[in-house]
């Protein structure tokens, strides 16, 4: 690495952590933070706690590891990586939540990415208590889609594709 | 935003309890509760609106109903720029429902005429892209009022039906509509006529991409007029003038890619065309008879441009386009994507090149030609991998389409080419297909999981699938609103449930709620999706617990219902070989009996077995074969019709497959277990076609017609009619030479019933004038059938070990003559007391047939038969060991009934200790 520099970061609970800079950096708003001077004492994330910018750290530093080899097996590597981090028997769902959180407020993408897309495999799981009352809405096209599934000529058509 | 996020957790916490475990924390800013309950809605609006990117409509609506502001958020412009509608027949009203959210929709996609009339009413004037398929029907009043509404229109593309009723005029109408217009791509037209083309030309400036494939005739002079072309398809359109091509099309002074794939386009206009244009750098003749047709043909090796056939290496042909490239072979598409993307004209051109190239894919594996062997496994497989991988969502399902198609030899038998889906596994294709369906859109759900179900007839490919997490993916699937995907999942579960292996996985994964759930969900309509679901319950009901799964899930009454109400002949089929499934496991589980009382169940499919389809007659035979084990289902099928039904079955199926032929006479077979049955199924006609179908030369056929006559010969009526209808000679052919003992043994077995005697009384009771001669007709018969019962008996009796157990009362001895003796399957029957009682009664008999009712009891006692305590029972109860004893004692007995009789009271003291021992 070029740059061995060190930054402090210190999260809501006052707990503080040192990290390298290239790992620091995954992070936009940290970037921004840094290429604006204002890192030169520890980086307050009043917004973070520990617990979960521990995650986060673990998550960035993996990830600029994983940038330096670079090729194609290690990408797949890494996506197993990432589904065993947000696994969801692992990390409940007041974690997903805070890593959403976080992941927004530091402006990781590919943190945001994947904490989103887990939550939207738990929706399409039905894994995801939204809410229990359902409430008065008029909008929704899924409630008219029941009614408007029907046959139609193209079934015909699909015969050469069966199994 | 985190003074707000405070703000409500605060509000929060006052409603709920902290939980101990976190109070460490509760006087820090914590966003999110802590007693395990996640209010979700105090996310950042811009993370909603990307959660909602990640998911289809429905789970959209549903999350849009969590609170106002996500219902507002859900309403966001930039998640409604682009459109899917080909899972639902789009009307005019469900249109009009939609266009308050379309006001900045770009793009479209819609499936049949009918949704193409509706699009107006979404009233989107921004759209950008309309692409469409299932066209035939699309008139050019349609597509002509589509374009005038729609002035901004880019890309318009039709297809790969043909679009038969389209002509020049729409085309017209959209070059005056759409001055915007880049990209248009038409099927089927039968006449692309010069002024349509001109018009084109003159009123769309940017117009740089157009195909017109599969049509019948294009004006090729016109189209060489259209300067701003950079990319042209002609892709199986005839009638083109080549010799015209050759000398118009190499002047278009930016036409970088040319599509001439399944044309009959020779190697004259090829070359011509390579050489002469200045621009053209892709040049794509896939399935090309002609030019291929031409073993002298040599490819122009010119320096940035490339010649793609089946005959051409086509990764290297892409990689010699790069002119600063490091990538080899099959990389080049995946380093193009993964680069930065500088190079505009590049992307364009393989953009174009990734479109292009699935579609003439995905035709030849629809036409599977001959002769691709080697082209599929070194360069079709490889390519449909990567194009399932591309940026373009229609490019990525007609990839995976094409991977369902090309491993398809024959669809009738459901048969696929193994080397081609092993190619598919190798390369990594199940990943990619599983990627896929776990995606949210559902047209790249449906194609994937289609994929899975047809490669998945290879087992190897079937076993990666579940190593992969294949059959959690397609239960859910299978649980989808939309029946596109609900059918292929269910078409998935229908080929993994094969065999042993993946039925408990699939349970284990839901799938069998699933796919109940499927059938209840799609009752009014979609023979496809209630044909894969019930196929696939069938499957699974083979296991016994996976049948109790089936029971348990409501499954019993989903198919009845199907099997009484739905018109479908595929349908139909499953859905009674799913009952009869279900029914196969006997006094094991309880579905035999729940089956027989669902309401109307037997009734359907007694009326199923009159079915002009032969499939659905063969598996409603089936079940009621299989219900018939179950005395109150017996007694039902036989008040229900279904002796009528099943006699009628019997006399038609003569030339039927033996597979009906088998269940017909299994179906008589069950039902004739009671007298009352067997007297009926003699009196509606029934024992000629079981005498027909004892002649047949398959074994399964024969057999359950030789237990069908035998079962039918206990009662003297029946017994004559065999004789008379010539039954005799069959039942000594099959007696003294099938294949099966089991066939031999009820052969023979049939006839000592028939010749034991209370046919005689019956047959003088029963006649006048002609007695004399029936009763010479019946001697012959009786020698004949004795003398075989006889021979047979002599098979199954080994001399030596006869000996020794005559000479010796030792055990070893008589075990060895049960060990020659035994005939295995003969466990399986189980005879009522009636039964029992006559062959004790037979033991008295003075001929051949004591050693045959010896014989047969010795069948039905030995130690660990099925039903043998049930027999050693009746037999106490009927006092069979002094018989047996006065048999085995007797000196003027042949020595194979004294032998036998001596094992058979072996056997009865057996289960005596037994059950003594039991109690």
């Known amino acids: 690495m070029a740059s061995s520099r060190k930054i402090t970061l210190r999260s809501s609970d006052g707990e503080s952590f040192e990290v390298e800079e290239a790992v620091a950096v995954e992070s936009q708003t940290i970037k921004h933070m840094i290429e604006d001077d204002c890192a030169d004492n520890a980086i307050p994330l009043p917004n973070v706690t520990s617990k979960i910018l521990a995650k986060v750290i673990e998550y960035c530093k993996k990830h600029v590891d994983a940038s330096k080899a670079e090729d194609r097996v290690n990408d797949e590597d890494l996506k197993a990586w990432d589904a065993a ?70 079934v015909a058509h699909r015969r050469l594709f069966c199994s | 935003m985190s003074r707000r996020l405070r703000r409500r957790v605060s509000r929060k ?272 003749a896939l399935n090309c008879p002609v030019l291929e047709g031409d073993a002298n043909f040599a490819v122009p090796k010119i320096k940035g441009k490339s010649l793609l056939a089946h005959f051409t290496d086509i990764f290297e042909g892409i990689t010699s386009l790069f002119a600063d490239t490091t990538s080899k072979g099959k990389t080049v598409f995946l380093d193009w994507r993964n680069s930065k993307k500088t190079h505009k004209s590049m992307d364009e051109m393989m953009t174009w090149f990734e479109w292009i190239l699935s579609h003439s894919l995905l035709r030849s594996a629809e036409n599977n030609p ?61 990943r990619l297909l599983l990627d896929l369906a776990k995606s949210w859109r559902e047209g790249l759900q449906s194609e994937a999981a289609k994929a899975i179900a047809n490669l998945s007839v290879n087992v190897n490919v079937a076993k990666a699938v579940a190593e992969e997490g294949g059959i959690d993916i397609l239960a859910s699937l299978a649980r989808s609103m939309n029946r596109l995907v609900a059918e292929e999942a269910a078409g998935g579960l229908w080929n993994l449930s094969v065999g042993e292996e993946h039925k408990g996985a699939i349970a284990e994964a839901g799938g069998v709620k699933a796919l109940v759930d499927l059938i209840f969900k799609w009752s009014s309509g979609g023979d496809g999706v209630l044909e894969r679901a019930a196929g696939a319950l069938a499957n699974l009901a083979a296991d016994d617990k996976c049948s109790m799964e089936v029971a348990l899930a409501g499954g019993v009454h989903a198919l009845v219902m199907l099997a009484r109400n739905c018109k479908f002949e595929g349908v139909q089929e499953q859905a009674a070989r799913a009952l009869a499934n279900l029914a196969a496991h006997g006094d094991s589980n309880g579905n035999n009996a729940a089956v027989g ?180 007709s019946l001697d012959g018969s009786r020698r004949m059938a004795l003398k075989h019962i006889e021979a047979f008996i002599l098979m199954f009796s080994d001399r030596q070990a006869f000996t020794a157990a005559a000479s010796s009362s030792a055990p070893a001895a008589l075990a060895e003559v049960t060990e020659g003796a035994r005939i295995q399957e003969a466990g399986h029957l189980r005879c009522s007391g009636a039964e029992i009682g006559r062959f004790i009664s037979m033991l008295k008999n003075p001929s051949v047939l004591k050693a045959c009712a010896a014989f047969a009891l010795l069948q039905f006692t030995i130690p660990g038969g099925r039903h043998a305590l049930h027999h050693a029972k009746l037999m106490q109860n009927a006092g069979a060991a002094r018989v047996l004893r006065a048999t085995a004692a007797a000196a003027t007995a042949p020595l194979e009934a004294k032998i036998f009789a001596r094992i058979v009271l072996r056997n009865l003291e057996h289960h005596q200790a037994e059950s003594s021992k039991g109690i």
């Open chain 2, 13 to 284: 916490g006052k409603e709920k309890v902290v939980a101990h475990g976190y109070t460490e924390f509760e006087e820090e800013v914590s966003t999110s509760e802590r007693n395990g309950h996640v209010d979700w809605t105090c996310l950042p609006d811009d993370t909603v609106i990307q959660l909602f990117s990640c998911l289809n409509y429905r789970d959209r609506a549903s999350l849009a109903s969590a609170c106002k502001t996500w219902r507002c958020l859900s309403a966001s412009p930039c998640l409604w720029n682009s459109l899917d509608l080909r899972a639902h027949r789009c009307d005019s009203t469900m249109a009009s429902l939609l266009a308050s959210r379309c006001m900045n929709l770009q793009k479209l996609r819609f499936r049949g005429a009918e949704s193409a009339d509706a699009i107006i009413f979404l009233q989107a004037r921004s759209l950008r892209e309309i692409t469409g398929d299932y066209c035939r029907k699309i008139t050019d009043a349609t597509l002509s009022v589509i374009a005038a509404r729609h002035e901004l229109l880019e890309c318009l593309q039709l297809g790969p039906d043909f679009c038969e009723r389209i002509t020049s005029d729409a085309v017209k109408q959209i070059a005056f509509c759409c001055p915007k217009l880049t990209k248009l791509r038409l099927s089927g037209i039968r006449d692309v006529q010069g002024d349509a083309i001109n018009a084109l030309g003159k009123h769309c400036p940017h117009l740089t991409d157009v195909g017109f494939l599969d049509c019948l005739k294009v004006d090729e002079v016109a189209l060489g007029n259209v300067a701003s072309l950079r990319f042209l398809s002609v892709a199986g359109t005839s009638n083109v003038k080549w010799g015209v091509v050759s000398h118009v099309w190499h002047k278009l002074p930016n036409l970088v890619g040319l599509d001439v794939s399944r044309a009959d386009v020779g190697p004259a206009a090829v070359s011509r065309l390579l050489i002469s244009s200045q621009s053209l750098k892709v040049l794509c």
């Open chain 1, 85 to 154: 981090f947000i696994k969801v028997d692992q990390v409940d769902q007041a974690t997903l939540f805070d890593l959403i959180l976080a992941a927004n407020y530091l402006n990781i993408k590919s943190l945001l990415d994947l904490t989103c897309q887990t939550v939207a495999d738990m929706i399409k799981g039905n894994l995801f208590p939204v809410r229990n009352e359902w409430l008065n809405f008029t909008f929704s096209i899924a409630n008219r889609e029941l009614v408007l599934v029907c046959l139609t000529e193209w």
């Open chain 2, 597 to 776: 009382q669902e309401v109307g169940a037997l009734e359907a499919l007694v009326q199923l077995t009159r079915s002009p389809h032969e499939g659905v007659r063969q598996e409603a035979a089936g079940a009621l074969w299989n219900l018939s084990f179950d005395d109150r289902n017996r007694e039902a099928i036989a008040s229900a019709g279904g002796v009528e039904a099943l006699v009628a079955l019997a006399q038609t199926c003569s030339n039927a497959s033996p597979g009906l032929q088998e269940r017909a006479a299994g179906a008589l077979w069950g039902l004739s277990v009671s007298e009352a049955n067997s007297v009926a199924i003699g009196r509606e006609g029934g024992v000629a076609p079981l005498i027909a179908l004892a002649r047949s030369d398959a074994e399964d056929v024969h057999e359950t017609a030789a237990g069908a006559l035998w079962n039918l010969a206990f009662n003297p009526g029946n017994a004559l009619r065999i004789v008379e209808e010539g039954g005799v000679p069959a039942l000594v052919h099959l007696c003294s030479s099938s294949v099966s003992k089991m066939a031999r043994f009820m052969a023979a077995l049939a006839l000592a019933y028939m010749f034991d005697g209370r046919m005689d009384e019956y047959a003088l009771v029963g006649t006048s004038s002609e007695s004399t001669s029936k009763i010479v």
């Open chain 2, 370 to 430: 001959q002769g691709l062997d080697d082209f599929w496994l070194k360069q079709g497989a490889p390519l449909l991998l990567i194009l399932m991988q591309s940026s373009q969502e229609d490019v990525q399902e007609r990839a995976a389409t094409g991977l369902a198609t090309f491993v398809v030899i024959d669809d009738e038998h459901a048969s696929i080419d193994r080397g081609r889906a092993e190619a598919v596994m190798r390369d990594g294709g199940i």
